[in-house]
């Protein structure tokens, strides 16, 4: 039992794991430092079905998981059941630009896990809010306590007052295997209207050489995450546990990479050449599109 739980934990991240202009050409002024971004975690309770919640501009990614492919026809209805009930959610605060004054900043940047609860989508943790955490039977809310803590592994890596590049772990299908790798989520605010641009990337591959590409999400993303399930572990013939994996990153317009480009992704101490690239980046044509994945409600 304690083997199956702790297996079916892998889902629950990984089906991970704006603004106005002023109308003046005036450059704007930044008078003082400006704080950088931080990185929260959703208050229970918060709404994130509908979009951002109260206190945020922007719910920068929804992600729905779905049983999609692997060993599923020996899979229980309950551990499927656990298996796609929890979403990852991540928002944003930008401050917006003030005329002449201060550029627009990202503030923060939250993550969360989220449950369905009648007609509306809760973040949950264990501390509620009840009608969210009483919708759990007892193996849910196991998981519940195991991503939490793996959510809080995820990182605030590299930040700028307009900036942020957040790191968390994930379990995604690799050369036809479950591996946990890191995603990353860049998040860049244009400082004169507030703009929110996000690239997403997985770890590449062990054998696979440098990071080819990005992938830039579409605004406000709600997609549904396909999950592959394989049975790792067996008494005699019965299935007694399984691995959950996302099947792939989140969808977006791919952009390939440069050698400097694949080099300045993985300089995180070098937060300035990085963020430069990425909004390089951002004012390419895209060479191959493909529509975002829309999480069904």
Same mark, same amino acid.
Request: include cysteine; charge should be positive; glycine fraction near 8%.
């Given at each position: 039992?304690?083997?199956?739980?702790?297996?079916?934990?892998?889902?629950?991240?990984?089906?991970?794991?704006?603004?106005?202009?002023?109308?003046?050409?005036?450059?704007?002024?930044?008078?003082?430092?400006?704080?950088?971004?931080?990185?929260?975690?959703?208050?229970?309770?918060?709404?994130?079905?509908?979009?951002?919640?109260?206190?945020?501009?922007?719910?920068?990614?929804?992600?729905?998981?779905?049983?999609?492919?692997?060993?599923?026809?020996?899979?229980?209805?309950?551990?499927?059941?656990?298996?796609?009930?929890?979403?990852?959610?991540?928002?944003?605060?930008?401050?917006?630009?003030?005329?002449?004054?201060?550029?627009?900043?990202?503030?923060?940047?939250?993550?969360?896990?989220?449950?369905?609860?009648?007609?509306?989508?809760?973040? !949950?943790? %264990?501390?509620? *809010?009840?009608?969210? =955490? +009483?919708?759990?039977?007892?193996?849910?809310?196991?998981?519940? $306590?195991?991503?939490?803590?793996?959510?809080?592994?995820?990182?605030?890596?590299?930040?700028?007052?307009?900036?942020?590049?957040?790191?968390?772990?994930?379990?995604?299908?690799?050369?036809?295997?479950?591996?946990?790798?890191?995603?990353?989520?860049?998040?860049?605010?244009?400082?004169?209207?507030?703009?929110?641009?996000?690239?997403?990337?997985?770890?590449?591959?062990?054998?696979?050489?440098?990071?080819?590409? !990005?992938? %830039?999400?579409? *605004?406000?993303?709600? =997609? +549904?995450?396909?999950?592959?399930?394989?049975?790792?572990?067996? $008494?005699?013939?019965?299935?007694?546990?399984?691995?959950?994996?996302?099947?792939?990153?989140?969808?977006?317009?791919?952009?390939?990479?440069?050698?400097?480009?694949?080099?300045?992704?993985?300089?995180?101490?070098?937060?300035?050449?990085?963020?430069?690239?990425?909004?390089?980046?951002?004012?390419?044509?895209?060479?191959?599109?493909?529509?975002?994945?829309?999480?069904?409600?």
């Amino acid at each position: 039992m304690v083997r199956h739980v702790v297996r079916i934990t892998g889902l629950a991240l990984g089906s991970l794991l704006i603004a106005c202009g002023s109308g003046d050409d005036t450059p704007l002024m930044q008078e003082e430092p400006q704080a950088l971004p931080r990185l929260v975690h959703l208050e229970p309770g918060a709404e994130v079905g509908q979009g951002a919640p109260e206190g945020w501009t922007s719910r920068v990614v929804r992600s729905v998981p779905r049983l999609v492919s692997g060993d599923l026809a020996s899979l229980p209805d309950s551990a499927g059941a656990t298996a796609t009930r929890f979403r990852t959610v991540i928002t944003a605060e930008v401050a917006p630009p003030e005329p002449r004054r201060r550029p627009a900043r990202l503030v923060r940047v939250g993550v969360g896990n989220a449950v369905p609860v009648g007609n509306r989508e809760l973040v !949950v943790t %264990r501390h509620g *809010p009840p009608e969210a =955490f +009483d919708s759990l039977g007892v193996v849910d809310r196991v998981v519940l $306590i195991a991503a939490e803590a793996k959510l809080h592994r995820g990182r605030l890596i590299a930040r700028s007052p307009t900036f942020a590049l957040f790191q968390t772990p994930t379990v995604l299908v690799v050369e036809g295997k479950h591996r946990e790798v890191n995603l990353h989520y860049a998040l860049i605010v244009e400082p004169t209207t507030g703009a929110l641009t996000t690239f997403c990337w997985p770890d590449p591959a062990s054998d696979s050489g440098p990071i080819d590409a !990005v992938l %830039r999400l579409a *605004p406000e993303l709600s =997609f +549904d995450a396909g999950l592959d399930a394989r049975v790792t572990r067996r $008494i005699g013939p019965a299935p007694v546990s399984w691995s959950f994996a996302m099947t792939s990153p989140p969808p977006g317009d791919r952009i390939p990479l440069g050698f400097g480009d694949a080099t300045a992704l993985t300089s995180h101490t070098d937060v300035d050449r990085l963020e430069r690239m990425l909004r390089s980046l951002a004012e390419q044509p895209v060479n191959t599109r493909r529509p975002p994945r829309r999480a069904k409600r």
